[in-house]
């Protein structure tokens, strides 16, 4: 069946460094990939998506693309705040189905 | 703004005191799901519909309940919690593409946290 495989955690990192969050998958068919972002507390928000092989899909300086040839979606970041520590999760939608990874939280200091 | 919305935010029962948590929409998606979820792990489906169609995933224990009255409500019944269903419930909805090459996701709800005393 479909999985995801995401990097573990945690991860800290001081201000305005580089992040980037390995995130593989396998499926069949035309899945969707998502990065969600969850705060303490909070529920889950879509911090972007990409639908299809070559899609590169970006918010707020994150950014990741679908690559098919890898079956990857790394999530990265130039500099990340303080305000973006949070757990992140990558995820795969097929169908009605949406699988998750294991989540990584990541810790930004200043 | 459409959205996806659960109530209470916290929750604090007692061990073996029936619960409910709600969810309610106005996305209008005919697909509703309800997860469990630990200590920041992934969130852990235990059932979903298809409009009034229940699909109730293989593991969730019978002590989990749900009910869904109408498009935009539903409901989710814990009939005798234990310590170990102390946890975030989220709630989701997504439109229903079976079959389609369009695009998918969940929208989730903040969540409601369960205490169990």
């Known amino acids: 069946g479909d999985s995801v495989t995401q990097m573990e955690g945690p991860v800290t990192l001081s201000e305005e460094a580089f992040l980037t969050i390995n995130c593989t998958y396998t499926a069949t068919g035309y899945p969707s990939l998502f990065w969600y972002v969850q705060y303490p507390g909070e529920g889950l928000q879509l911090l972007l998506k990409?639908?299809?092989?070559?899609d590169k899909g970006s918010n707020k300086g994150f950014e990741a693309t679908y690559r098919k040839e890898t079956t990857s979606f790394h999530l990265e970041k130039g500099s990340v705040q303080v305000s973006d520590s949070a757990v992140y999760f990558c995820a795969l939608g097929n169908n009605n189905d949406m699988r998750f990874g294991a989540g990584t939280r990541l810790t930004v200091k200043p | 703004d459409a959205m996806v919305i659960q109530n209470p935010r916290y929750q604090v029962t007692q061990f073996g005191k029936p619960v409910t948590l709600s969810c309610s929409q106005t996305?209008?998606?005919?697909?509703m799901y309800w997860y469990q979820q630990k200590s920041s792990q992934a969130p852990k489906l235990l059932f979903h519909y298809y409009d009034k169609d229940f699909n109730n995933e293989a593991d969730t224990p019978d002590n989990f309940q749900s009910r869904r009255p109408n498009t935009s409500f539903c409901f989710l019944d814990i009939r005798s919690p234990g310590l170990g269903d102390a946890a975030m419930y989220l709630c989701?909805?997504?439109?229903?593409?079976?079959?389609?090459?369009?695009?998918?996701?969940?929208?989730f709800g903040p969540g409601t946290r369960l205490t169990v005393l």
């Open positions: 990409a639908t299809k092989a070559d």
């Open positions: 989701a909805t997504s439109r229903d593409l079976t079959g389609t090459r369009v695009s998918y996701e969940q929208f």
């Open positions: 996305l209008n998606h005919n697909v």
